[in-house]
């Protein structure tokens, strides 16, 4: 017996009043809002990382980079419902046939070729993105550098895609949700709901995603987001994301030989953990927040960084190579640019609410700075080295 040949689908079969310009414009829009905004603050969050800022990235607010962040996932997470509806509404239109007037042709191809990019761009950018958030990396690129240079591909093509659409955009806007007026002639057979009964479908598919993972950023919504990849909980009431374990610390970092060095030029100075204890305790209320989303904060206790670079004589505005026992890893050692150094709240931190720092917090001790990614706060640091 003969398998039937597979049949392609043709625009004609797809009937739905459902599938309509009017609810892909309105999906889209608000798809292009959270892009919007999840483009805007990956910039914020990829510049607060370089080594090199221009312009120095601020130290204030304190929790400016816990809300940059905390957007960027929050809007990515309710992109994924949106992208979703917005792909299925526009499906029939991949079997249009081509024009066949050369210009009109051109004019099909360069247009479904910026759509592939930007679909392409926006399933890896948000795939990539959730994964991130779980710390699942089934790659072996770099996550950040690959993300950031794929989000300007995919912001150029929805750009290219708006100015293309954007007289049937603003139509179907402007029309009530009914109107047929951008509807596929072939779109005649009403859906098993209206068009504003999937609109509100879709904005509250998009309210139950950001609700059950937005508690890794809002302590708030902790006990109804059961998706969030952070609850709150860890030693001291604060997450961690690398254990002292995993980054095999532990024999160094609970050494009776352990030395803190401030070091500058010629100048080096070298402390035990109890002679870093006898000196001038500061405490901060300062939040610790990662790339992933997640953040927490933390009343943190220890030696202020400006200090221990007074005792070596380092001009303000000082950048310091901050260096920790990790034996391996790309944040073995960050840069501590000159604001961040001199800001009265950055810290060596020794002790995290009210107790010592636990050994998967840093022990015996770390950095804690105001505004600043947790994957630049380094744990486990054994020297300061000023570098200008």
Same mark, same amino acid.
């Given at each position: 017996?003969?398998?039937?040949?597979?049949?392609?689908?043709?625009?004609?079969?797809?009937?739905?009043?459902?599938?309509?310009?009017?609810?892909?414009?309105?999906?889209?829009?608000?798809?292009?809002?959270?892009?919007?905004?999840?483009?805007?603050?990956?910039?914020?969050?990829?510049?607060?990382?370089?080594? #090199?800022?221009?312009? &120095?990235? !601020?130290? *204030?607010?304190?929790?400016?980079? %816990?809300? +940059?962040?905390?957007?960027?996932?929050?809007?990515?997470?309710?992109?994924?419902?949106?992208?979703?509806?917005?792909?299925?509404?526009?499906?029939?239109?991949?079997?249009?046939?081509?024009?066949?007037?050369?210009?009109?042709?051109?004019?099909?191809?360069?247009?479904?070729?910026?759509?592939?990019?930007?679909?392409?761009?926006?399933?890896?950018?948000?795939?990539?993105?959730?994964?991130?958030?779980?710390?699942?990396?089934?790659?072996?690129?770099?996550?950040?550098?690959?993300?950031?240079?794929?989000?300007?591909?995919?912001?150029?093509?929805?750009?290219?895609?708006?100015?293309?659409?954007?007289?049937?955009?603003?139509?179907?806007?402007?029309?009530?949700?009914?109107?047929?007026?951008?509807?596929?002639? #072939?779109?005649?057979? &009403?859906? !098993?709901? *209206?068009?504003?009964?999937?609109? %509100?479908? +879709?904005?509250?598919?998009?309210?139950?995603?950001?609700?059950?993972?937005?508690?890794?950023?809002?302590?708030?919504?902790?006990?109804?987001?059961?998706?969030?990849?952070?609850?709150?909980?860890?030693?001291?009431?604060?997450?961690?994301?690398?254990?002292?374990?995993?980054?095999?610390?532990?024999?160094?970092?609970?050494?009776?030989?352990?030395?803190?060095?401030?070091?500058?030029?010629?100048?080096?100075?070298?402390?035990?953990?109890?002679?870093?204890?006898?000196?001038?305790?500061?405490?901060?209320?300062?939040?610790?927040?990662?790339?992933?989303?997640?953040?927490?904060?933390?009343?943190?206790?220890?030696?202020?960084?400006?200090?221990?670079?007074?005792?070596?004589?380092?001009?303000?505005?000082?950048?310091?190579?901050?260096?920790?026992?990790?034996? *391996?890893?790309?944040?073995?050692?960050?840069?501590?640019?000159?604001?961040?150094?001199?800001?009265?709240?950055?810290?060596?931190?020794?002790?995290?609410?009210?107790?010592?720092?636990?050994?998967?917090?840093?022990?015996?001790?770390?950095?804690?700075?105001?505004?600043?990614?947790?994957?630049?706060?380094?744990?486990?640091?054994?020297?300061?080295?000023?570098?200008?």
């Amino acid at each position: 017996m003969k398998t039937p040949p597979v049949k392609i689908p043709e625009d004609s079969d797809f009937r739905s009043r459902l599938r309509s310009a009017a609810v892909t414009a309105r999906v889209g829009t608000w798809l292009g809002i959270c892009f919007g905004i999840c483009f805007a603050t990956g910039l914020i969050s990829h510049y607060s990382q370089n080594v #090199s800022q221009p312009i &120095p990235f !601020p130290t *204030s607010p304190s929790w400016g980079y %816990r809300v +940059t962040q905390g957007l960027h996932v929050i809007t990515g997470t309710a992109a994924v419902p949106l992208l979703l509806v917005k792909l299925w509404s526009v499906y029939p239109r991949l079997f249009i046939r081509p024009p066949r007037d050369v210009r009109k042709l051109l004019l099909e191809v360069l247009e479904r070729g910026s759509i592939a990019v930007l679909v392409a761009g926006a399933i890896f950018q948000l795939a990539s993105g959730l994964a991130n958030s779980a710390q699942w990396y089934p790659w072996s690129f770099s996550f950040r550098s690959t993300h950031y240079a794929i989000a300007w591909i995919t912001i150029g093509a929805l750009v290219v895609h708006i100015a293309v659409k954007l007289p049937i955009i603003r139509g179907a806007l402007t029309s009530d949700v009914e109107d047929t007026t951008y509807d596929r002639p #072939s779109a005649t057979e &009403p859906g !098993p709901i *209206s068009r504003r009964g999937l609109l %509100r479908t +879709t904005w509250l598919a998009a309210g139950v995603a950001v609700l059950v993972t937005a508690g890794s950023t809002v302590p708030l919504l902790r006990k109804v987001s059961v998706l969030g990849v952070r609850s709150g909980d860890g030693p001291q009431d604060v997450p961690i994301n690398k254990s002292a374990a995993a980054a095999k610390v532990a024999p160094a970092a609970t050494s009776a030989a352990y030395r803190f060095t401030v070091a500058y030029g010629e100048q080096e100075v070298s402390m035990t953990r109890d002679e870093l204890l006898a000196m001038e305790q500061t405490t901060e209320t300062l939040p610790i927040a990662c790339v992933e989303g997640w953040s927490a904060s933390g009343d943190w206790t220890g030696v202020r960084v400006r200090t221990l670079l007074d005792l070596v004589d380092a001009p303000k505005g000082s950048e310091v190579q901050v260096l920790s026992l990790q034996e *391996s890893g790309p944040y073995k050692h960050t840069v501590l640019q000159g604001n961040f150094a001199d800001d009265d709240r950055t810290l060596l931190a020794l002790a995290l609410n009210g107790e010592p720092l636990a050994l998967d917090h840093g022990y015996p001790a770390r950095l804690i700075a105001p505004n600043r990614p947790g994957v630049l706060q380094t744990k486990w640091v054994a020297r300061l080295e000023v570098t200008t």
